[in-house]
C-alpha cells in the first residue's frame, strides 16, 4: 500500500519532466526551422543567431553547428568586403560597424564551441579602421569645439566609448568628454542656466573622480552654479481655518509645520533653499506678526524682509473623521482572586480613517505675484482594537496584551499615531509641491 501510494506523486514528477522536455525540444527545434528560413531569405546574421541559440540549448546539435559554420563564416566575408570598400572610401565609421558585427558574431560563435575564421590579416586591417575611425571622430569633436557647438562635439566623443580604444585614446577620449562638459558648463553659466551648468560638471566630475584637477574645476563651477540659481523659500506657520471642521484637534496646524520644516523639507533638492525656521519667527516677531491667519501683504513683507525669493503661506482646509460600523465580540477571563469565577467584557474593533485638505500659497516676493495656489489632500486608516468592562478591568486575570485593551493611554497613543501618519503625507504633499513649483524658477 505504501509502494502504491508513493508512486503516483513519483509517476507526475517523471510525467512533467517528459513533457517540459518535450516542450523545450519543439522549441530548439521551431528556432532551428527558423534559422533555416531566415537563411533561405538571405538575413544570415539573424539565421546565424537562431543557430547559436539552438547550440545554447542543445550543444549537441551538429545540424546546427554546420549551418552555423556555414552562415557565419559568408556574414563574416560579406561584412569584411563591405569594411574593405568602407575603409577604402574613407568611410571609416562605417568600416568599424561592419568590424565590430564581425567581432560580435564571431564571439557568441565562440561561446557555443564554433570558430569562425578571419584572414590573416584581419588583426591589423581592424586595429588600422579603429584608429583611423577614432582619429576622425577625435577630429571632428575638436572642430565643433571651436565652433561651440557643445551638444554635437560631446555626441562624437561619446561614440568613441563604444569602440575598443587602447589606454591612450580612452584617456584622451575621457579628456575630450569632460572638456566639452566644463566648457559647455562655463557657457550655461554666462546664461543664467545654473541646473544646467552644474549637471553638465558633475559629468566631468564622474569622469575623472573629485580628487583630480577638473575636479577641482567642477567643484568651482558647481559652486557658482548653487550660489547663483538657489532659490530661497519662506514658509510661515500655518494656521487651521475656521471651518476646518469640529473634529479638528487642537495644535494640529503646528504639527504639520513642524512636520513639514524638520523633516519633509530638511534635505531640498539642489538650488531650494529653505529659509531657517528660527529666522523666520525672530522676523515675524521683529514685524509683530501674530499666529493665525496671515494676510497675503502680511506674508510678502515677512519674505522681503527675509531676502527670500519665494515665501509660502498654507492652512488646513479640512479635516474629518471617519469609525467605521465596530464588530464587538464578547470574551470571558477568570477573576484573579478567584480563577473559578469567570466575567464577561466586551472587545470591540472598529477601522479609523482621517482625511485632511491643506490649502498652501507660493508667492514670488519680487513681483508679489502667487505662482501657485495648491490643495493637496489625503488619508490615513488604522484599526483599532478596544475592551470594556462594567467594573475594575484590573480585577480579570489578563494576559500583557489584553490588559492593554483596556488602558485608555494606549487608545491616545494610538489616535495620535494616526494623525501622525496623516500629517506626515499632507507635508509630503506639500514639500515636494513646494520643489517642483521652485525648481521651475531655476533654468
Not at 565652433?147 to 568613441?160: F, G, M, P, T, V
Not at 562638459?181 to 544646467?196: N, P
Not at 506657520?237 to 509645520?257: H, K, Q, S, V
Request: charged share 30%; with cysteine; proline share 3%.
Amino acid at each position: 500500500m505504501n509502494l502504491k501510494a508513493k508512486s503516483g506523486p513519483f509517476v507526475a514528477i517523471i510525467a512533467l519532466s517528459l513533457l517540459a522536455s518535450l516542450v523545450g525540444c519543439a522549441s530548439v527545434e521551431k528556432r532551428y526551422k527558423k534559422g533555416q528560413e531566415l537563411e533561405e531569405k538571405g538575413r544570415l546574421e539573424e539565421a546565424a543567431q537562431r543557430y547559436i541559440s539552438v547550440l545554447a540549448k542543445e550543444p549537441g546539435r551538429e545540424d546546427a553547428r554546420e549551418r552555423l559554420a556555414d552562415v557565419g563564416a559568408r556574414v563574416i566575408d560579406e561584412s569584411l568586403a563591405r569594411a574593405r570598400a568602407d575603409g577604402s572610401a574613407g568611410l571609416y565609421e562605417n568600416a568599424v560597424a561592419a568590424i565590430l558585427r564581425i567581432d560580435g558574431l564571431r564571439d557568441r560563435s565562440g561561446q557555443v564551441g564554433v570558430a569562425l575564421a578571419v584572414p590573416d590579416d584581419y588583426a591589423d586591417f581592424r586595429r588600422g579602421m579603429l584608429d583611423a575611425a577614432a582619429e576622425t571622430l577625435f577630429r571632428q569633436g575638436e572642430d565643433l569645439e571651436n565652433a561651440e557647438d557643445w551638444a554635437e562635439a560631446s555626441r562624437r566623443y561619446d561614440k568613441l566609448r563604444s569602440y575598443p580604444l587602447t589606454s591612450d585614446q580612452a584617456f584622451r577620449a575621457d579628456e575630450s568628454r569632460a572638456r566639452v562638459l566644463l566648457r559647455w558648463a562655463e557657457r550655461d553659466m554666462e546664461l543664467g542656466a545654473f541646473r544646467a551648468a552644474y549637471t553638465r560638471a558633475q559629468g566631468a566630475l564622474d569622469i575623472f573622480g573629485a580628487d583630480s584637477e577638473t575636479g577641482t574645476k567642477v567643484r568651482a563651477i558647481q559652486t557658482a552654479a548653487l550660489n547663483a540659481g538657489t532659490k530661497t523659500v519662506a514658509v510661515l506657520p500655518f494656521w487651521a481655518d475656521p471651518g476646518a471642521g469640529a473634529a479638528t484637534p487642537r495644535g494640529i496646524e503646528n504639527d504639520l509645520y513642524d512636520s513639514l520644516l524638520y523633516e519633509r523639507m530638511a534635505a531640498p533638492p539642489l538650488f531650494v533653499g529653505p529659509v531657517d525656521r528660527g529666522a523666520v519667527h525672530r522676523e515675524m516677531s521683529r514685524l509683530r506678526v501674530r499666529s493665525g491667519e496671515i494676510p497675503a501683504r502680511t506674508a510678502l513683507m515677512v519674505g522681503r524682509s527675509l531676502n527670500a525669493d519665494f515665501v509660502v503661506v498654507g492652512w488646513l482646509e479640512s479635516y474629518e473623521q471617519e469609525d467605521g460600523a465596530p464588530e464587538e465580540i464578547a470574551k470571558k477571563a477568570p477573576l484573579r482572586r478567584d480563577k473559578s469565577t469567570s466575567a464577561s467584557y466586551t472587545e470591540r474593533r472598529y477601522t479609523a480613517r482621517l482625511t485632511g485638505e491643506v490649502t498652501y500659497r507660493i508667492v514670488e516676493t519680487a513681483t508679489g505675484r502667487m505662482v501657485e495656489e495648491e490643495t493637496a489632500g489625503t488619508h490615513a486608516t488604522a484599526q483599532f482594537r478596544r475592551a470594556y468592562f462594567d467594573g475594575d478591568y484590573t480585577t480579570l486575570d489578563l494576559s500583557r496584551d489584553e490588559r492593554a485593551l483596556f488602558n485608555k493611554e494606549e487608545w491616545l497613543r494610538a489616535e495620535e499615531e494616526l494623525r501622525a501618519g496623516l500629517v506626515d503625507k499632507l507635508a509630503e504633499r506639500i514639500a515636494s509641491g513646494v520643489f517642483e513649483r521652485v525648481l521651475r524658477h531655476v533654468r
